[in-house]
Structure formats: C-alpha cells, structure tokens
C-alpha cells in the first residue's frame, strides 16, 4: 500500500484479466483503515468474478452457459441485475449491445479460442446467428430465473462486467465510510468526492493509436463514472482489410465504419460500459443519433483520413465536463484511464 500523506491512499491489482486501479482520499487512512479497504475491494470483485466470469467454470454463467436446457436456471440477483440493465441497452440499441454475441465472437478469433485462420463463411454465420440474440434471454427477477430459447446460447457479460465491477467497489468503499475515491478497472472509471488537497480527480481519454500514446483530452470528473469503447488495438487483417475485435450482432461481422473510440459519461458505471459497446457497434452517425436522443454524454473519435480524427460530443458531455490540461508528456495506460 502506499503512504497516507499525500492527496490520496492508491490500492492496485488484477481481476478479469486486467488490471484494477483505486485512489481513497479522506482522514483516518491508518493501517486498520487500510486493510479493511484492500479486503473490501478483492471480496468485491473476487464476487463479480465468482458469479459472472466465464473462465471459471463453477461460476454461474457458466454453468448457465453449460446447459442445454431451455428450462428456468436459478441465479443470484446480481447476475439478473447487471443482465438487466444489458437488455435494457439492447432494447434501446435495437440489438447492438448483445450478451449473446459470444459464438460470433469466437468465429472472428476474438474469443476464448485460437485465432480463426480465416473469416468464417457466411454460411457459419448465418449457422451462428440462429443461436445469438438477446430477445431470446428471459429474465424473471421475481423467482430468480434465467432462461435461454436455443440450447446453444451463451452469455458474456465481458462488454459490461468491468464497469459492473466499478460500481461494485465504489460500493464498498462507501460501506465502509469512504465518500472520495477514484476507481479504475480496465480502463473503466468512478470518480466521488475529492483529492485531500480539494483538487478534482483527473482523468483521461487517449488518442487512438495502436501504441500507448499521449492523451487526447484530460477532464475534472465530477461523482460520474467513464467508460470507454475503441477498435483500435484489438484487430487483426485479412486479404488487406481490417478486422475490428467489436462484432454487430445484428450482423455478425466486424464493425466497418470510422468510428475509433467512444467515451460514455453517467452515474453508473456499469450503465457507461454498456453504452460505450453499443454505440461503437451503432458507429458516428447512429450511435451519435441515439446518444443525443438518450441524453447521453457521450465523446466520439472519429478517423478522418489515414492519420486524422474529427472529435464530437453530445451536449450532454459538455455540460458535465471540464478539460484539464494534462502535464507534459503525460501518457496514458489504457483507453479511458485514471491520471489522479
């Protein structure tokens, strides 16, 4: 752990494949204050792990996931909670957030398999759409049941855990008495209160690039939490074309339009990270649409032209943001990442 003195407490580690990053502010962050924190925040995320990964093959999902049953499966109110907000933003995306979209996924080489060695045929995907679509996900949170309509659907929460995770240890931390704090996992974000020196927290969304690079805009983030959606890193080429890691579901195929980073701005993280996936599937021109007609704050990236990127933003976004200039040679570690 670090020192006390100073603006902030920082806590690190790793879950979900990523990495976690947390910065408590306040008075009386001695030892015991300390390891309460750390314990509060592992048990936090070592539950979203335990309930809804799909690595680990005792948890929920994927023991959903490993039946052929079409029957009513018992779940706990977390996994119906976070997959409730899921289907709501399918709903309102017309299908473009999808926690089905897993078998699609796997067929481009982005999944839990060996890369693909080739596109699949259309064949395979119109083999695989039959298996994939959120309508066929029923949820009863009044007996706490899941159900699938085909025996092959599967659900992947990995487009919207992280933030789920954020809300989650901003919820501990708040049970445990702390009203300032940044939270950080895989680049998704929930900022409260203040540092100790009354400073705002400061964070960052980066400029596209496949590297690590500088930072495109750093803000004062306000009891608001930060997620980020990008193609730019994960994609691969085949017969000279780029494929992109973020699959329409509607479709199948990898997302082909300009659209290089989405940053979504609202009181929940997890609603953010949902939202950041849709409308990069949805791409510059509907997603914008849908996020100005949703009253999003929402920061979009556009390429225009080989090495140029047009910005736009919803005026939902400016009216919640402001910018802060980063420090020279400041550089970021993930797509939307925490400075301090």
């Not at 933030?163 to 998704?188: F, M, Q, S, T």
């Not at 409308?279 to 021109?285: A, K, Q, R, T």
């Amino acid at each position: 752990f670090a020192s006390p003195p100073g603006p902030y407490v920082a806590f690190s580690g790793n879950t979900m494949g990523t990495t976690w990053n947390v910065k408590v502010a306040g008075d009386g962050l001695g030892p015991d204050a300390m390891r309460l924190i750390g314990a509060g925040i592992d048990t936090a995320l070592d539950d979203v792990v335990g309930r809804m990964s799909t690595w680990e093959k005792d948890s929920e999902l994927s023991r959903f996931n490993a039946t052929e049953s079409t029957g009513p499966f018992s779940v706990s109110p977390p996994v119906l909670e976070l997959l409730g907000v899921a289907q709501r933003v399918s709903l309102l995306s017309e299908g473009a957030f999808d926690v089905t979209v897993g078998p699609l996924v796997d067929a481009w080489g982005f999944g839990s398999r060996d890369p693909a060695p080739s596109p699949p045929s259309q064949a395979t995907l119109q083999r695989l759409l039959g298996r994939v679509g959120y309508r066929g996900l029923d949820l009863n949170p009044t007996t706490g049941h899941l159900a699938k309509s085909h025996p092959g659907m599967r659900v992947d929460v990995s487009a919207i855990a992280k933030g789920y995770g954020v809300d989650r240890v901003g919820e501990a931390l708040e049970r445990l008495g702390h009203r300032d704090y940044l939270v950080e996992v895989g680049g998704e974000l929930l900022a409260r209160g203040r540092r100790n020196d009354g400073r705002a927290w400061r964070v960052a969304i980066e400029r596209p690039s496949e590297e690590v690079g500088t930072l495109h805009r750093v803000l004062e983030l306000h009891d608001r939490a930060m997620a980020t959606s990008g193609d730019y890193r994960n994609y691969y080429e085949a017969n000279g074309q780029r494929v992109s890691h973020t699959i329409d579901p509607r479709t199948g195929r990898p997302i082909r339009h300009g659209l290089a980073s989405v940053s979504v701005i609202h009181e929940s993280a997890t609603w953010a990270d949902a939202w950041a996936t849709a409308l990069n599937v949805l791409g510059p021109e509907a997603g914008y649409a849908l996020a100005e007609a949703q009253g999003l704050a929402v920061h979009f990236i556009v390429r225009d032209g080989p090495e140029g990127f047009e910005n736009r933003s919803t005026p939902a976004f400016e009216a919640l943001v402001e910018t802060a200039q980063p420090d020279p040679g400041t550089r970021s570690e993930s797509p939307s990442s925490t400075l301090e």
